[in-house]
């Protein structure tokens, strides 16, 4: 497709699980954004990537946390035991490389974890 | 560090009616700011943006927003709004001089349109 795409686009799993979210961005699109997106909060940010290497990762909230990204392509966002408090819409961007951007972010339509 | 506030978290208003989104910023250095609106079950969408020039920018769907520097605010407008219009919306500000498309988002204010 066209657009970013997100998978799952909902998961529900037990307290203490890990889970896996996968991002697709546009084709062509070298930077990469993991976004949390929880009621009330607004969007915080997670980490940053341009290409494969992240030199942003300062909003992942704890080292539960961790985030990948190969051939410059898809990532995937990993939460390990999960808590209660992860519950949330977990949202990807992409852009054009970072030189270049100024500051349309195109989104996916998240994925929506719910932590039970 | 820069960070965004969105002075209310819901506005309801009639349809055709003025509609006035407010966003404040606290920066010291110079800004790139955004509006991205998020239709119920869908992604975020870029509404507008100022980087640099006139202070009145303009959207899509007749949404306009004008940079205060003194004020340090980009409040959103539109003259008369349709029910379509019901979504939430989010300011984001980005440093200027960054070389990442960082955004850093303000908890969104939820524009409710009714008949």
């Known amino acids: 497709g066209a657009g970013v795409s997100q998978s799952p686009s909902n998961k529900v799993t037990e307290k203490g699980k890990d889970v896996e979210l996968r991002c697709d961005p546009i084709?062509?699109?070298?930077?990469l954004y993991w976004y949390r997106q929880s009621l009330g909060q607004g969007l915080e940010f997670l980490i940053y990537?341009?290409?494969?290497?992240?030199?942003?990762k300062s909003g992942l909230p704890s080292d539960r946390f961790s985030a990948e990204r190969t051939g410059g392509s898809v990532s995937t966002l990993t939460i390990q035991r999960t808590q209660q408090e992860d519950s949330a819409v977990y949202l990807c961007?992409?852009?054009?490389?970072?030189?270049?951007?100024?500051?349309?972010?195109?989104f996916g339509e998240g994925s929506r974890l719910t932590v039970l | 560090a820069q960070s965004v506030t969105q002075l209310d978290s819901q506005v309801p208003v009639f349809e055709e009616a003025p509609v006035e989104l407010r966003c404040n910023y606290s920066?010291?250095?110079?800004?790139?700011l955004f509006w991205y609106v998020q239709y119920p079950n869908q992604g975020l969408q870029l509404l507008l943006k100022?980087?640099?020039?006139?202070?009145l920018v303009k959207g899509i769907n007749g949404f306009e927003a004008e940079f205060n520097k003194s004020q340090t605010s980009f409040h959103l407008r539109k003259p008369s709004v349709h029910i379509s219009d019901t979504a939430e919306y989010f300011c984001?500000?980005?440093?200027?001089?960054?070389?990442?498309?960082?955004?850093?988002f303000g908890q969104g204010t939820t524009l409710q349109v009714k008949p």
């Open positions: 100022y980087l640099s020039g006139s202070t």
């Open positions: 961007a992409s852009s054009l490389a970072s030189v270049e951007n100024t500051g349309e972010l195109f």
């Open positions: 990537f341009q290409g494969n290497s992240a030199p942003d």
């Open positions: 084709s062509g699109h070298t930077a």
């Open positions: 920066s010291s250095v110079s800004v790139y």
């Open positions: 984001a500000v980005k440093r200027g001089s960054s070389n990442t498309g960082k955004l850093i």
